[in-house]
Antibody, heavy 121, light 110 residues
């Protein structure tokens, strides 16, 4: 069965960096685009970034562009989100999600349980 | 990348039908068929309910249906059931090759 397990969340100070990981299993990881989506406490969903099946295309929300980097390691079936220069407004649960397609359709059919990132001094 | 506009809440009695709207622009909802809908129960990860405007993933009840007209997409839930009470989000591809979620709609079963 398809499983996505996020890790790497925690409490950090503003300006610090953090790298999130998403370990995938139960499907051919290299065949699917992958997304990061976040949800601030008590708020709605916010799309963060997407990477195509082969890593050749990456797109970001304006709110994180230039600070966050999405990447993938197909040999490890793992998705990453490198987050630099963190701000208080980046505080959220971060979900990784599998795209239904190899290209970036935005149709996320499987989601992880999420990892909480808290940015606070 | 402004969030797509959804009503804050919609309610209905068991057995009734309700519709949740999702309004964007010609640069997102109106320009592409990459529209999807998600259901989220409290403390849970979102669940894909509709993709490609009107298609249902395997396992999703046929009581859920989607459509689009111009810059507005809609999710209809027929035969409303208690388990349908959740927050629903729309999502669309944008002309910047990014994606944007809607503001979310709390569906209440009276």
């Amino acid at each position: 069965q398809v499983q996505l397990v996020e890790s790497g969340g925690g409490v950090v100070q503003p300006g610090w960096s953090l790298r999130l990981s998403c370990a995938a299993s139960g499907f051919t990881f290299r065949s699917y685009a992958m997304h990061w989506v976040r949800q601030a406490p008590g708020k709605g969903l916010e799309w963060v970034a997407v990477i195509s099946y082969d890593g050749s295309n990456k797109y970001y929300a304006d709110s994180v562009k230039g600070r966050f980097t999405i990447s993938r390691d197909s040999s490890k079936s793992t998705l990453y989100l490198q987050m630099n220069t963190l701000r208080a407004e980046d505080t959220a649960i971060y979900y990784c999600a599998r795209d239904l397609m190899s290209y970036t359709s935005g149709w996320c059919d499987y989601w992880g349980q999420g990892t909480l990132v808290t940015v606070s001094s | 990348q402004s969030a797509l506009t959804q009503p804050a809440s919609v309610s209905g009695s068991p057995g009734q039908s309700i519709t949740v709207s999702c309004t964007g622009t010609s640069s997102d909802v109106g320009g592409y068929d990459y529209v999807s809908w998600y259901q989220q129960h409290p403390g849970k990860a979102p669940k894909l309910m509709i993709y490609d405007v009107s298609k249902r993933p395997s396992g999703v009840s046929d009581r859920f249906s989607g459509s689009k007209s111009g810059n507005t997409a809609s999710l209809t839930i027929s035969g409303l059931q208690a388990e349908d009470e959740a927050v629903y989000y729309c999502n669309s591809f944008t002309s910047s090759s990014t994606f944007v979620f809607g503001t979310g709609t709390k569906v209440t079963v009276l």
